[in-house]
């Protein structure tokens, strides 16, 4: 009589993980209708997900002055460190920034077998860091430098009409999920 009562309670035992096994697999097919990722993209850059905070990249994709930014790091294959967790700070060049380059350049740059020095320059624009411009201003008056996810350093400046990184004025900041987006209408190409 035991050793019925032993199976019919490990029977039970079975059939309830079994059950909840099964809601879970419900469960897990509804997450993933809501989370999907791209099948071209690997990587976090490739999930597309309609219900958190843009990120960086996502942000990027969506302002038409950021289209030469969004190639470059396509092109760079890059997108991934930009739409990381972060948090990040990344100071963003306009269309007009890169048209400042000399001629040729940019696509020169965009040609795979520049694809490492490319992606440099633009990690040379990527500082691992919570820098709103709040933050920014009080490293500035320190005098310090921001260290970059190049291994480089850029220094802060704060001047009589705004903030100024690697030299060039930041012209408006962006909260973005992971981070901050600085705008600024230079690339900051690294010494090499």
């Known amino acids: 009589m035991k050793n019925n009562n032993l199976i019919f309670s490990l029977l039970v035992v ?8 099964g809601n879970g697999n419900k469960k897990q097919e509804v997450s993933e209708k809501q989370t999907e990722t791209s099948s071209d993209a690997q990587g976090q850059s490739g999930v597309v ?3 958190s905070a843009a990120n960086a990249l996502q942000v ?35 269309n007009a920034a890169f048209d400042k380059l000399p001629e040729g350049t940019v696509s020169s740059l965009l040609l795979p077998e520049n694809k ?23 490293e500035a008056k320190k005098g310090r430098k921001l260290y970059m996810a ?28 992971n981070g901050w987006i600085h705008v600024i209408d230079n690339v900051l190409v690294p010494e090499e």
């Open 60 to 94: 990027a994709k969506s302002i038409d002055d950021f289209s030469t930014l969004v190639a470059a790091i396509e092109a760079a294959g890059v997108e991934d460190a930009v739409v990381n967790v972060g948090p990040l700070t990344i100071f963003a060049p306009i």
């Open 14 to 21: 079975i059939a309830i993980f079994i059950t909840s096994c």
């Open 116 to 138: 490492a020095k490319l992606a440099f320059i633009l990690i040379n624009h990527v500082a691992p860091a919570n820098y709103p411009d709040t933050q920014l201003a009080k």
């Open 150 to 177: 190049s291994g480089k350093y850029l220094i802060v400046e704060q001047k009589e009409d705004g903030l100024y990184v690697g030299g060039t004025k930041i012209l408006k900041t962006v909260q973005v999920s």
């Open 49 to 51: 997900d309609d219900v």
